[in-house]
């Protein structure tokens, strides 16, 4: 049978986008995301689900020529908004990977672009932040439009080694750490709370949950920052210039022999950590959904050999490709006979400075362009090529463009 090529899509957030959000740049606009469906649609794609790609994959089942993937991570609560009435306006359908720890617990489904379309709200009624609801997945999912599957529980960044890289301070990208110490407020912290923040508390090198054995840094050092911010003025203490180096100071003076107090989780705790992660997840979003879960996303393509053994352990069936194996696997098309356990995906954006916060440049690809990157991962090496040479193109444009507005 012929190999065919099924591109997966990776998107996040589809909406407006809140400039008081440090990771707004992952927000497709609505109208763009809606031009990127039109074009799809006359071009003839078919979406199909992850279920339908695995037995494509592993068994040749049949699909469309044309088949396509559509996922998003995350659940942002404008996947409910903006991005599901869209889907069903143009006849697609798509998996939503969720972290059980984020969503949030109210009763009843919130305002979306079908009540705008219907006359029953106007458009400043639409929210644009925070987290699904379960009752907006179990619509979306009766509705079969919407396929909730795992994103591990926290998609949260944990301390990987002793070395302090910052303190926590008005105004800093750090929102994990007031994840971590606020579990149960976590469906209402897509943006940071500043009451919240622990100003002071350093702020270790740090990565993705799932792949790293966490340092544990000792209690009593870490509240001598937070009590030394208290001691000298609290919020105000940040007005002075050399804020930092007299926390550096301070980290110098509280290390015992040099060293700063503390512990690495052992491979005990690690290994228990990811069977939260990932059997929780899956646990409860089938008992909510009354669904079997069998896909998982790794938060940033974040995993490690035994955090993958224990998702087959589990029952997963495939994941996003992890980050480390990614240069390897740049040809891999989703295609029968590939390892229908890895996943191969692209994102939709043109354009992206590659910075993380409020002022972060991004252009995401209209329906045309969209289309093109299709056309490239599906076609021959040389279309790939030209459709790359073509997208790069204009990609540098806008780097020419934003470099010129930056300039003073």
């Known amino acids: 049978m012929p190999k065919l090529a099924v591109p997966v899509i990776m998107y996040h957030s589809i909406g407006v986008r809140d400039t008081n959000w440090n990771f707004g740049y992952l927000t497709c606009p609505y109208q763009v995301f809606e031009n990127q469906l039109k074009w799809l649609k006359m071009s003839g794609y078919t979406s199909i689900s992850l279920n339908e790609l695995y037995n494509y994959m592993k068994r040749g089942e049949e699909i469309p020529k044309k088949a396509i993937v559509l996922t998003f991570d995350d659940g942002y609560a404008d996947n409910w908004v903006f991005a599901y009435p869209l889907l069903k306006k143009y006849g697609f359908k798509a998996t939503i990977y969720v972290n059980p720890e984020f969503v949030d617990p109210q009763k009843q489904p919130r305002t979306n672009l079908d009540d705008l379309w219907s006359g029953n709200a106007c458009f400043d009624e639409l929210p644009i932040s925070g987290y699904l609801s379960w009752a907006e997945m179990k619509e979306m999912e009766e509705d079969d439009v919407i396929d909730i599957q795992s994103h591990t529980m926290s998609h949260t960044w944990l301390p990987q080694s002793d070395r302090i890289i910052d303190f926590r301070h008005p105004g800093d990208s750090y929102t994990w750490m007031t994840w971590n110490q606020n579990i149960e407020k976590k469906p209402f912290l897509q943006k940071d709370d500043e009451y919240l923040k622990a100003y002071g508390q350093p702020v270790f090198e740090n990565g993705r949950a799932i792949g790293v054995k966490q340092f544990i840094p000792d209690k009593e050092f870490v509240q001598a920052f937070t009590d030394h911010i208290d001691d000298n003025g609290g919020k105000n203490f940040f007005k002075s210039d050399n804020w930092k180096e007299e926390l550096f100071r301070l980290e110098h003076i509280n290390k015992k022999d040099r060293i700063v107090p503390g512990r690495y989780e052992t491979d005990g705790e690690y290994r228990a950590r990811l069977y939260y992660e990932l059997e929780q997840s899956k646990r409860t979003i089938e008992r909510e959904l009354n669904k079997e879960v069998r ?43 590939e390892k229908s356990n890895q996943i191969s995906r692209f994102g939709p954006s043109l354009y992206w400075d590659g910075v993380e916060g409020n002022g972060s440049k991004i252009v995401y690809k209209n329906g045309i362009q969209l289309l093109l990157s299709i056309e490239g991962f599906r076609g021959s090496r040389i279309t790939a090529l030209m459709a790359r040479y073509i997208l790069g193109g204009s990609s540098l444009a806008y780097k020419f463009m934003y470099a010129g507005i930056s300039r003073p």
Do not use: V
Not at 298 to 304: D, E, F, M, N, V
Not at 314 to 330: E, T
């Open 295 to 337: 896909f998982l996303c790794w938060p940033g393509g974040a995993a490690t050999p035994e955090a993958s053994e224990i998702a087959y352990h589990l029952g997963y069936l495939s994941a996003n490709i992890p980050k480390h194996l990614r240069k390897s696997k740049k040809y891999l098309k989703n295609c029968y006979g």
